[in-house]
């Protein structure tokens, strides 16, 4: 269920005019997302979903109690603040309570299409029809998922704080597979506005990287130079944001905690090619005008130019602390260069061009080893071409070893994410060395 | 069936427990009836409808604070019709007869849609229709125990662990209750309720010299249960116990990497079961229906009986019945009772059957699909999910002292840790949160970095030993992952303690 600003603002007023707690803060949440998937170049399941919900959290007495509910009437609004109330007298005395924002000045990007937020799920399957079309010209089975979201947030405190965002999405993504089902290619987009989305590119590359039909050669388990595409690169920068916690490295149990206590900020730690920026006005990966708590999301950079710094804070640990709230981001930015990838195969004398990763999880926190698989798309290149297809290989790899050693950049690129999380990062293609491939893997 | 006064609305108790339907049956009777009326008049070959209400409650502390405590309760519906060959689904957040109207109207609008690109039409084979309920036996509803007791709990646990080794330590509840009428066109009418419940903790100890540190997360399981559970599973000595090994994690000597004989404690072999069995006997991945996601699979419909997946020792079954398992219920979401999701997986080292949902087995020439369906909202398309699946126990006497007896050089491997595996789920790595050495049939010291490495069906054939049922130990997540946009499942893995030989273990840590 989609909601305007006005009315959402009603609802909040609902809620705040009910609450008989010290402070009241309300959050509320929904949209319409559609979704269609096609396999072996055919429809199989599809959806439409309207979703809403209504957080209340009561303050007493530096106590916090929440309930949502997902019905907006009266009679549930009431019984939800008054069911948040009796939660928070019930708890214990928060020691780090902190009270409820008051207005803010917000930077507002342009996340929100009306075009696009009325599309109807004939448009999916239009989009989904270049795929299966491609597919069938050259020969290789697709399959894939395209999806809408009309989405709304909407904040407000019993401090005066009223904050409402709406984003529209779209994303097509696309697999190919050889008719043999022993190779397989992959493409994707997301875009907040669906005359950004280029269907047939997607189904283009994602057809021309399926349709191989020699055996894929195997590679012995090493330290490899990578050509990692941007979809591959923005994964491992995901997963370096995300442990950019300031608790954690405040507390000794991070990659980002310096030896005997504090934080690593202002420490270079990283290749001065590599930074990560956010920024709601960005024209590529446009942020959100506010996070967890209405907090603003602001123009900063995470790393900047290999060193630290930012690290994102709670409320709470930031009034503990002295320091500055910084809501967790989903739509960062990382800096590119101008090396194509055709030129940095031309770099490489042997080494792997990567299209995407898998089911990659860390596996030690503090040296920032992270594992998992490449997909979709490997190809082995030698002396400056690619020469051959290449089946996958699970890797076990320190992010910091790997973005301390950046040796060629392109230029940055708009990513893929599932619409409805919010948005996409962006990213550069990326050169590497010593990427350690520690075993095969059949899977294509 | 329509009562003589329908409301307008469905009452719910929505903030209160309950160990019963809440849900007011004349008017879902009657939403139901205006749905899979009007499919009909439109032309579905096919129709149903899943109305229901989840309430979930979530409650997180770290070190001295209680840092939120949430319930949520929420309704809504599902329409999904089968129009031309054609799926077509709509779900709202509604529950008023004018919105159920609407639901159907756009659920068909959807099939519509995607007809040119329904090169082949959806074929269901025709389900027995089934009127019936099916209350998930329960102690003590969690959510009629106050947020005071809980908050109590979390801080206890948080406590214990910091007194007895850890710097830090977080802990979390988690309690989900689900209740849904099914009804669909054959003129099934299935109403449904279930509650599961997930204790958590992780207690983090650190040496500010080095600057390491380490971690040691609870063993408890997420179970289909009630508060009685959280209160009897021993949390807070458990902490205790995580507190000061997280603590010896710190000065444990590191492991060699190589090769060696591991045996596996249930609280991770469930990991591994779910990866490398689990998801690679979907049918839907089989078919390539998760192609573009979550991916496929090694195993294909021609190695039905023929593959040779494990050991002899190896028998795992499916399941919707074990009690307090996260997969048991009644009817899956497609309204299969849960008698035809009792089938062996792998029996005896072989490949037997695949899991499967409405529409599928006819791919594989088949004639009915096997209660693997589950939506995790009722607004949500029902999609193959796995019902439990475990590894049957050793028949023989076996005790744990017995499996290790013939272990010259090997791991003891306990809890989940860090997990990965390929989309085929052939290469895979598992963490653990404790490891030990075995060294000639005897457990020794603690081990810290460790992980294992292995391809799916190599492992399974390198099973060598297991304990007897006296050892079983069910595990499992709510969280299990699948579809495009993603749902979550919950399920249950059990298992005996087992015995792999040669199995890759690698060091994961700085030095190694």
Redesign the interface.
């Known amino acids: ?1 989609f909601l305007s600003s006005d009315d959402a603002k009603a609802i909040a007023d609902k809620v705040l005019a009910h609450s008989k707690a010290d402070a009241c803060t309300v959050q509320i949440q ?1 949209g319409l ?21 209504l ?1 209340i959290s009561s303050h007493i007495g530096g106590r ?8 907006f ?1 009266d009679e ?1 609004v009431a ?2 603040v008054a ?1 948040s109330e ?2 928070a007298r ?3 005395v ?3 309570y902190v009270a409820p924002l008051g207005p803010q000045n917000y930077s507002f990007s342009n996340r929100y299409d009306e075009a696009t937020a009325n599309l ?3 448009a ?2 239009t989009a ?2 270049r795929v ?1 079309e491609e597919g069938a010209r050259i020969g290789v ?1 697709t ?3 395209a ?1 809408t979201a009309r989405r709304f947030d909407a904040y407000a405190t019993s401090a005066g704080l009223f904050a409402y965002d709406r984003r529209s999405e779209i994303d097509l ?3 190919a ?1 050889n008719r043999a ?1 022993a190779w ?1 290619g ?1 493409a994707g987009a997301h875009q907040f506005f669906a005359d950004r989305l280029d269907a047939d590119a997607i189904a283009r590359v994602a057809c021309a990287k399926g349709a191989h039909d020699a055996t894929p050669v195997d590679l012995e388990p090493g330290a490899y130079t990578v050509v990692l595409e941007p979809e591959a690169t923005t994964e491992l920068a995901f997963w370096l944001i995300k442990t950019m916690e300031a608790r954690a490295a405040d ?3 991070s990659f980002f ?5 504090g934080a690593l900020l202002g420490a270079k730690l990283f290749d001065e090619r590599l930074s990560l920026r956010v920024d709601p006005a960005d024209p590529l990966a446009p942020e959100a005008a506010f996070g967890f708590d209405g907090v603003p999301q602001r123009a900063r950079a995470f790393i900047e130019n290999g060193a630290v710094t930012t690290l994102y804070r709670s409320r ?1 640990w930031a009034q503990k602390t002295g320091a500055e709230a910084i809501p967790f981001v989903r739509n960062f930015v990382m800096s590119g260069g101008d090396v194509s990838i055709d030129d940095m195969v031309r770099s490489v004398r042997r080494g792997v061009l990567v299209t995407r990763l ?10 920032l ?1 992270l ?3 490449t ?1 979709d798309g490997n190809f082995l290149i030698e002396n400056g071409r690619i020469v051959a297809p290449m089946r ?1 290989m ?1 890797f ?1 790899q320190r992010l910091g070893d790997l973005f301390a050693n950046i040796k060629a950049l392109g230029p940055t690129r708009r990513t893929w994410r ?1 619409a ?1 999380e919010g948005g996409a990062p962006a990213a550069p293609a990326m050169l590497v060395e010593g990427f350690n491939f ?7 | 069936m329509a009562p003589a006064a329908t409301p307008s ?1 469905v009452e719910t108790s ?2 209160r427990g309950r160990n019963a339907f809440s849900l007011n049956r004349a008017l879902l009777y009657d939403l139901a009836d205006i749905v899979l009326t009007a499919a009909r008049r439109n032309g579905a070959s096919y129709a149903d409808v899943r109305i229901g209400e989840t309430r979930r409650e979530y409650a997180f502390a770290k070190d ?13 519906f ?1 329409v999904r019709v089968l129009l031309d060959g ?9 529950l008023d007869p004018q919105s159920l109207r609407d639901g159907v109207e ?1 659920a068909l ?2 099939a519509r ?2 007809k ?5 039409p959806i074929a269901l084979e025709r389900l027995p229709a089934h009127e019936a309920e099916w209350i998930m036996p329960m102690g003590v509803d969690p959510f009629e125990v ?3 007791e809980k ?2 709990l979390l ?1 206890s646990i948080i406590a214990s662990a910091r007194d007895h080794g850890a ?2 330590c977080s802990a979390s509840l988690s309690a989900t209750c689900e209740e849904r009428f099914f009804a669909n066109s054959l003129g099934s009418r299935i109403h449904q309720t279930r509650t599961r419940v997930a204790p958590n903790f992780q207690a ?1 100890a ?1 040496d ?6 380490a ?1 040691r997360d609870c063993l408890a399981p997420a179970r289909g249960a009630g508060w009685d559970y959280v209160v009897g599973v021993g949390l807070i000595d458990e902490a205790a116990q995580a507190g000061a090994e997280a603590r010896a994690k710190l000065d444990a000597k590191p492991v060699a990497p190589g090769d060696y004989d591991i045996v596996i404690d249930p609280t991770n072999l469930w990991l591994t079961i779910h990866e490398t069995v689990g998801h690679s006997t979907e049918l839907d991945r089989v ?3 998760e ?3 979550a ?2 699979s ?1 195993v294909k419909p021609h190695m039905l009986n023929e593959l040779q997946f494990g050991s002899e020792l190896m028998t795992i079954v499916a399941d919707r019945a074990q009690p307090g398992a996260l997969a048991t219920i009644g009817f899956d979401d497609d309204g299969a009772p849960a008698e035809v999701a009792e089938f062996a997986i792998v029996e005896k080292g072989v490949f037997r059957n695949f899991q499967m949902a409405l529409g599928q087995a006819h791919l594989i020439g088949l004639s009915h699909s096997n209660g693997c369906a589950y939506a995790d909202s009722p ?3 029902p ?1 193959q999910r796995m019902p439990n699946i475990s590894l049957k126990p050793n028949p023989g006497k076996c005790s744990f002292n017995d499996l290790i007896n013939d272990v010259e050089n090997g791991i003891y491997v306990v809890g989940a840790g ?10 895979f ?1 598992f ?1 653990g949160q404790l490891f030990y050495e075995i060294k000639n049939g005897k457990l020794g010291d603690l081990l810290r ?1 460790g ?1 294992y ?1 292995g ?1 799916t069906t190599q492992f399974w054939n390198s099973l060598s030993g297991l304990c007897d049922a006296s050892a079983y130990h069910l595990d499992g997540t709510f969280t299990c992952g699948k ?4 749902q979550l499942a919950p399920v249950s893995h059990g298992s005996p303690p087992a015995l792999f030989r040669n199995v ?1 273990v ?1 060091n ?3 030095d190694a």
Do not use: H
């Open positions: 269920m929904g997302d559609q979704s269609l998937r096609f396999a072996r170049g055919g429809a199989t399941t599809n959806l439409a979903s309207a979703e809403a919900n957080r916090i109690g929440s309930c949502s509910t997902s019905r009437d549930a019984a939800a069911r009796e939660i019930m708890l214990p928060d020691p780090d109807r799920l004939d999916l399957a989904a029809a299966i089975d399959f894939g998922c999806t993504s696309a697999t597979r089902d397989s992959w507390e000794g149990r905690a310096r030896p005997g206590g709470a898998w089911y990659t999880n860390i596996v030690d926190r503090k040296s080893l594992t998992g698989l997909r996958n699970r076990n599932a409805g520690s075993s095969k893997s059949s899977g294509i | 609305t929505c903030y001295d604070r209680l840092e939120n405590f949430d319930e949520r309760a929420s309704q809504g599902g054609c799926w077509g689904f709509y779900g709202a957040r509604r756009r609008e959807n849609a995607v040119p690109i329904q090169f082949q106050s947020a005071s908050a109590d801080l710097d830090f983090t650190i500010r010299a080095s600057g390491r540190f971690t078919l390539g229906w192609a573009n996601f991916g496929t090694f607004t949500t398309f999609i860090s997990w990965s595996i390929d989309q085929q789920r052939d290469n790595q963490g970095d992980a490495q391809r579809a495009e946009p993603v890759r690698l994961t840590s700085d």
